[in-house]
């Protein structure tokens, strides 16, 4: 930690978020502002979590939630902080976001005067409990506690109960590029497909992605292509043939496609190729 008062921080929250559940710490946090009643606040004043703007949440269970609220109203209080004139949402995404779909105009919520840091390891515990989590929310929240904070993979490891392997997984995802990690988020991919990604360079991963979509790999196929990828030398004969006709090689099922300018063109490489 960068000083004494993150030391503390680190000491009493983090403490906490190992201990305990995701409900747990919501309790927690209710308990300690038990005398302060929610405050109603109008929806368009909340904005999303800076943390977590790039995670998007699921179209279908949003709906879900904003159908069930158009039966029943009466939702729990989401935790929010202040922000210049407007409030940052911490906890409760989901209810913020079916709130604002299904017309509701002011959602009951409790004012939370959190820094960066403990917000941060507030949303570490509610995104390590979550059922079905997006992996994303986990690796953007451990690489900000980590470039901003100073907190080891280690440290990151324990508050998260994963191993430190399983941690660095989870923070190179982030080195993909955006088109693969809007896919991940879209639930496109997986976890699986999108860590074994994480070994190519870029050039590669926009040709195994395609695969991936094309021919509906699993995890364990992608781990193979990937494997073969990163020991495959370029074939100085397919370049040649590249040159020669527009080819597309498919390394999952060693195809190569060709395409020809013209009859003429398809009619002499058949002569050529099935000559004896």
Known sequence: MRNGRNKLIQDNLSSLVKKYSQSDVIQTIEREY??????????????????????????????????????????????????????????????????????????????????????????????????????????????HLANDFGYTQASLAALTHQSRPQITNIMRLLNLPDNVLRDLNDQKISYGHARALCALPEASIKKIIQEIYTNNLTVRETERLVAKTKGKKDD????????????????????????????????????KLLKK
């Open 34 to 143: 038990k005398a302060q009643s929610a405050q109603n606040i109008a929806t368009e004043l909340i904005d999303d979590n800076r943390y977590l703007a790039k995670v998007k949440l699921s179209k279908s269970k949003v709906k879900s939630f904003a159908e069930q609220l158009a039966i029943d109203p009466l939702i729990e209080p989401i935790i929010v902080r202040p922000k210049q004139e407007h409030y940052e949402v911490i906890i409760g995404r989901k209810r913020l976001f079916a709130s604002r779909r299904a017309g509701v105009e002011k959602v009951p919520a409790l004012v939370r005067n959190y820094t960066d840091e403990e917000m941060l390891l507030i949303l570490l515990a509610v995104a390590r409990d979550e059922h079905n989590v997006n992996v994303l929310e986990i690796a953007y929240i451990c690489n």
């Open 236 to 271: 100085p004969r397919l370049k040649k043939l590249n040159r020669k006709y527009k080819t597309k090689t498919t390394a999952a099922t060693n195809k190569i496609t060709f395409e020809f300018s013209s009859e003429k063109q398809k009619d002499a490489f058949l002569d």
